[in-house]
């Protein structure tokens, strides 16, 4: 079997000017890096300028600290922001849930065939529901209930745990309570949300049968970062499904858990594989190579 190739990814974004491409190829030409793939957009409404750039690994003839310290001093003259990240790195992550179930499984599943480069770390829920699957999948599980009452000290314990386990990414897999203003802002860009497309329509409880009752000809989901206002943070992925009349509740229901799982885990893995930019409430997602 062949081993996968390893790559040295760059997020850049800055002021749009000339000269930014060529100077960054030379960058890292001088220093004989090879670039294994390069995507780059302009956003001419804002004048602003975004690249990725893939690097092969086997070229890197120093510590990946020097790296990016020599690479902080071409970025400081240029004025860039930028993110380094290394694809044999298997970022951690922690997939917080409530009751249901199928964007856990989902990405346990995808997970475990190779789909998504994490390692899911832990399981954390405000009910004990799902510590089966948890416990199935060998997956440390903690049960956190939350009250209004005891949400300070509940998050305190999310936040704990958090650290405790290094993690890198948290998945809110149909986690169905608010997070704190604070929570957000300490994990801003490390916090991904999945909901339904009906917001704001239908919000609160049973969201299908007031859908239904509408009638409906489109059910969708959205992913995206959470914010301090937690449904309006920039967006990574949408997808949308037409549906007709025939369809109960319940089927408005099942199809709309299908395009969840497959948003949600779109929006995971652009993620992890370092294929995100964020500009404002935006964010720029660059396609898998071909």
């Known amino acids: 079997m062949a081993s996968i190739q390893k790559k040295i990814i760059f997020l850049i974004q800055c002021e749009d000017r000339k000269g930014i491409l ?4 030379t960058w890292f030409y001088s220093r004989s890096y090879n670039i294994l793939h390069c995507q780059q957009h302009t956003d001419n409404n804002e004048g602003r300028y975004f690249m990725r750039i893939e690097l092969d690994m086997k070229d890197l003839q120093t510590t990946r600290k020097e790296l990016e310290d020599d690479f902080s001093l071409f970025a400081e003259e240029y004025k860039l922001q930028w993110k380094c990240r290394y694809s044999d790195y298997k970022s951690r992550v922690a997939i917080m849930v409530s009751k249901t179930s199928h964007c856990l ?4 599943a995808r ?6 480069n994490c390692e899911i770390s832990l399981i954390i829920s405000n009910h004990p529901d799902l510590e089966l699957i948890a416990n199935q999948f060998r997956i440390p599980f903690y049960y ?3 009250t209004p009452e005891t949400k300070q000290s509940q998050e305190e314990k999310v936040r704990s745990l958090l650290t405790r386990f290094d993690i890198d990414l948290v998945v809110l ?6 997070l704190s203003s604070d929570f957000t802002r300490a994990w801003q860009g490390k916090i991904i949300n999945i909901h339904h ?3 704001p329509a239908f919000q609160g409880a049973n969201p299908y049968l007031k859908a239904y009752q509408r009638g409906v000809k489109m059910i969708g989901a959205t992913a995206h970062y959470a914010s301090e206002d937690l ?4 967006i990574i992925e ?7 009349h025939e369809l109960t509740p319940n089927g408005l229901r099942d199809v709309g858990k299908d395009v969840e799982r497959r948003v949600l885990a779109r929006a995971v893995q652009a993620h992890l594989e370092s294929r995100i930019i964020i500009w404002k409430n935006r964010t720029i997602v660059f396609d898998v190579e071909g």
């Open 238 to 244: 949408q997808d949308v499904v037409r549906v007709n």
């Open 173 to 178: 897999a149909r986690y169905m309570q608010i």
């Open 231 to 234: 449904d309006q943070g920039p």
């Open 105 to 108: 499984y989902d990405l346990i």
């Open 111 to 116: 997970n475990n065939e190779g789909d998504l």
């Open 144 to 146: 956190l209930p939350i």
């Open 197 to 199: 497309g009906f917001l």
């Open 22 to 25: 060529a100077a960054t190829a």
